[in-house]
DNA sequence: CTTGCCCACTCGTCTATACGAGTATGCGTG
DNA sequence: CACGCATACTCGTATAGACGAGTGGGCAAG
């Protein structure tokens, strides 16, 4: 094992900068060098506060940073250790084409399979609920409406969490409303319907997660999350479904193709 | 003034739940139900100490979490801070249509000036540098390119930080690689060459922002970015042009229409 | 060999204290 | 009245110590 001074050099006394940011710098330029790798365990409290002779409350602090940037994450009883970058799912623009229909399964569940992970989905719900003023809104002035909320996850891992609003006059009654839409999904039965799908538009905002939002999305310390809210326009201008997606930002890029025109 | 005790509550001492987080939990939903507004002061880490008899560090570590929520910010001096929300700009997905291109001024100062705001672009740097890795290989294998490096600003506020950066070939010797680009910016100046515009990708990530973004945003505690990789296509589908920036999280929504063809 | 316990090591929470540095206010001096 | 300084209040940094709780390995008993 290499020893710890020939890894993390020592503290500057003259300089200004606080000493718990001087660790932290130290330890995240370690890092950025490969010194420690992904999943690696870093020194621990008690190795630091004897290596730079500090109070361990110093050093705490200096972990404290590195989580915040997502860096490392802390596991009671373990150790601290570098979070390693879990694998992306790539949302693609055209992820809501016709032809991604064809098939019986999700296009979450297709997707991931093909990338040889394992998909989930629990938390199903599906109900009717009153829809909230910006939901209303987006809508068209809607009182109530059909709610479809669900939760994804890969490898046992929550990475999003979706929830669908439709209008019940067009909703209510149909397969959108039973806990399993049938093939192509709701967009399918939206098309068969007669609402045949003319666009849809997304608005894409990034934030720091709610204590909710960590909970059932099991976050690390330091990941902020992608929150997405599409709506569905039918050939008649109409906006037919709003979905409101909130995605572990560490698990997504999202990846739009637009014309020139 | 309100008294503490109307607005706050006490511990409880039976809860598993840290007193730390208790005193968090008391203080983001009071801010969540209006009763500290936007910019208002929170009460003082002594006055929190006295409320609630408790330490002053465990009072630190509650700001220090809603710190990391993006929900407060401490000043130096002055106090702790229910964090404005910044006005946010909207970018559609139609802002590189070519009839945004007639006007001598750049998107960013037409769009600003619409809403009021006073926009500002520093930092400008230009040059012709070894390309990285990866934004060689999103240019087709080109070992050198022509950067341009540029920091907008809303209100003096720096919201992004972008990077362009071109093959050597197209852009060496053109105004392009003038600072000054002229009107409707290198896109115009790319059209004029040849390189009719076909189409744009656009690949979105979100994280938590490295030192050196703090420190060129200006970024509070708790703020995310945006990180946009934008690569513009020529119809002879080469890459042009590959785009790389970085925005504070909570100055933007982005917006997209996608056809569902 | 297997089981179970103990112990060492890890991070989590909390107290009490000290000093430093930035900010604002009011008061006294000129 | 204007200026400058003293002062009180704010958060920032750091120390030293205590106890709790989760984890894992080694050792002893069965």
Redesign the interface.
Known sequence: MTSLPSILGGLDPTSDRAVFRQIA?QL?EAIDRGRFKEGEKLPSEAELVEHYGVSR?TVRNSF?ILQ???LVHAEHGKGVFVRPRPPVRRLA??R???RHREQGKSAFIVEADAAGSHPTVDSLEVKEEKASQDISTRLGSVRRVLARRRRYLLDGRPVEFAASYLPLDIARGTQIAEPNPGPGGIYARLEELGHR???????????????SEVKTLQLA??????HLIRT?FDAAGRAVEVCDTVMA??A??????????
Chains 1, 2 share one sequence.
Do not use: W
């Not at 799908?197 to 204590?211: C, G, K, Q, T, Y």
């Not at 310390?221 to 992608?226: K, Q, R, S, Y």
């Not at 997504?252 to 025109?261: D, G, I, M, N």
């Open positions: 710098d995240r409350m404290s915040g940037e997502g623009s055209d809501f084409a016709r799908l003319d666009h849809f538009e997304e608005e894409i905002r990034a934030r720091m997660p709610s204590p310390a330091g990941v902020p999350v992608i569905a930002a560490d997504y890029v999202l990846s739009y193709q637009l014309p020139a025109t």
